[in-house]
C-alpha cells in the first residue's frame, strides 16, 4: 500500500458517525474490564455498574438490556411491543423502514412498518392520526406502535413538546411509543434537558439506546420505562443472539461513557463540529442546504458532478439516506474543525469546477 492511500484511509471522514474509532474513555473502560476473571452473561459488576448508571442518568428505575447493535435493540424492543397483527407507524426515512433488511418482522414474525410522511424526518401527531384511521377493519394489520427516531434520520431534533404531543396521541390511539435513540445522546446534547424530559416524562415506553455512534466500538442498550413490557425480554435477547457471553467487554464501555458524562461531552463536540460545517456550507450561495442543522450532520444537494469530484479527492459520505441529490455530512466526537475546513475547501473547488 503506498504512503498515499495509507493518508487516505486514515483520514476523518464524514460518511457516518460509525466511521470514528473508540473515544478514551471507552477505551479505558475496556482495559480495565479486561483485568482478571468475571462472572458471564451480564452477570458481573460492569454490568450492574452501567445498568445502575442508566438508570442515574435517566432518573428512573429502568429494565435495561445489552445488546451488540442497533438494528438489533429496534428489532428486539417492537417484538416485545407487538404480536404477529400488529404494526409499527414510522417515518418514511426511519432506519427500521429503510436501514434494517426486515428487522423487525424477522425478531418479531408477522409485524409490519406502516412508513408515512413528515417534514424534516418528523412524525406529527396528525400524520399519525391519520395513519390509524385510515383502516380499522379485521383485515388491516392492527397499529401497536409509534416509533420515533431521536435524532431523526435527517439530522432534526425533536423537542420536548413534539415527544410529548406524540405520545399522548400514541395513548389516546392505544399505541406504545418506541424510540430509535441511535443518537439519543446527540438529542439531548442538542436540546440542553435531562434525558428523562424526552423520554419516559414525555411518554416514551422503550428507548434503543445509542453507544456506537457515540464513541463505543459496539453496543447499545435496549431501556424499557415501561417494566411491564420487558417480561420476555432478556429469552428474547438470548434467542436472538445477543446476550454477550463476555458481557463486561460490552457493559464496561458503557460505563466509560456515561461515568462523568463523556456521552455528552462526545455528543456536544460532534454537534458543535456539524454546526461550523452547517456555517461555512450556508455561506456558499450555490449550495441549498436541505434541512435544519440540530444535531451532528448537514445535509445539502449537492449537483452530480460534484458528489464524483469530492469522491476522486478520497471524501466518503452518503447520498441515500435522504431524498435523491441530497448528501450527508456526518460528524464524530472526533471530527475537528481541520476536518471541516478540508472537507469546505474541497467542496468549494469542487462546485468551481477545478479539481
Ligand atoms: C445507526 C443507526 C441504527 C443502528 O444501526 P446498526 O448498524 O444496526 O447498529 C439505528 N437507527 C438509526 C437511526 C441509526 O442511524
Not at 138 to 148: A, E, F, G, T
Not at 159 to 186: P, Q, Y
Not at 306 to 328: I, N, Q
Amino acid at each position: 500500500m503506498s504512503a498515499t492511500s495509507r493518508t487516505l484511509e486514515r483520514r476523518h471522514q464524514f460518511a457516518s458517525d460509525n466511521y470514528s474509532g473508540i473515544c478514551p474513555e471507552v477505551l479505558a473502560a475496556i482495559e480495565k474490564a479486561n483485568a482478571g476473571h468475571a462472572s458471564g452473561y451480564g452477570n458481573d459488576a460492569w454490568t450492574q455498574k452501567a445498568r445502575e448508571l442508566i438508570c442515574h442518568s435517566f432518573e428512573a428505575n429502568c429494565e435495561v438490556f445489552f445488546v451488540f447493535n442497533g438494528t438489533a435493540a429496534n428489532s428486539l424492543s417492537l417484538a416485545s411491543l407487538c404480536d404477529s397483527m400488529h404494526s409499527v407507524i414510522c417515518h418514511e426515512y426511519s432506519h427500521i423502514e429503510t436501514d434494517e433488511c426486515n428487522a423487525p418482522g424477522f425478531f418479531a414474525p408477522g409485524i409490519k412498518t406502516i412508513p408515512i410522511r413528515g417534514e424534516n424526518g418528523k412524525l406529527t401527531p396528525s400524520h399519525v392520526e391519520r395513519a390509524v384511521a385510515h383502516r380499522d377493519d379485521v383485515h388491516h394489520p392492527k397499529p401497536r406502535v409509534v416509533d420515533i427516531t431521536q435524532a431523526t434520520e435527517l439530522g432534526t431534533v425533536y423537542s420536548v413538546a413534539e415527544v410529548t404531543a406524540l405520545c399522548k396521541t400514541a395513548k389516546k390511539l392505544g399505541l406504545h411509543v418506541h424510540m430509535d435513540g441511535a443518537r439519543f445522546a446527540n438529542a439531548v446534547a442538542s436540546l440542553e434537558v435531562r434525558p428523562r424530559q424526552v423520554t419516559w416524562e414525555a411518554g416514551v415506553d422503550v428507548l434503543s439506546f445509542g453507544g456506537t455512534k457515540n464513541g463505543m466500538a459496539f453496543g447499545e442498550a435496549i431501556v424499557f420505562f415501561n417494566r411491564d413490557l420487558a417480561e420476555n425480554a432478556m429469552r428474547r435477547q438470548k434467542q436472538a443472539g445477543q446476550l454477550a457471553s463476555k458481557m463486561r467487554f460490552l457493559t464496561g464501555q458503557w460505563v466509560g461513557l456515561l461515568e462523568n458524562d463523556a456521552w455528552l461531552k462526545n455528543a456536544r463536540h460532534a454537534n458543535s463540529v456539524a454546526a461550523q460545517l452547517h456555517k461555512a456550507l450556508a455561506k456558499v450561495h450555490t449550495l441549498k442546504i436541505r434541512y435544519p442543522c440540530e444535531a451532528n450532520s448537514v445535509f445539502v444537494e449537492l449537483p452530480a458532478k460534484v458528489t464524483v469530484a469530492l469522491h476522486e479527492r478520497g471524501w466518503k459520505f452518503y447520498t441515500d439516506v435522504g431524498p435523491d441529490g441530497v448528501a450527508r455530512f456526518m460528524c464524530s466526537w472526533d471530527s475537528t474543525r481541520e476536518d471541516v475546513e478540508h472537507l469546505v475547501k474541497d467542496i468549494r473547488e469542487a462546485l468551481s469546477g477545478e479539481s
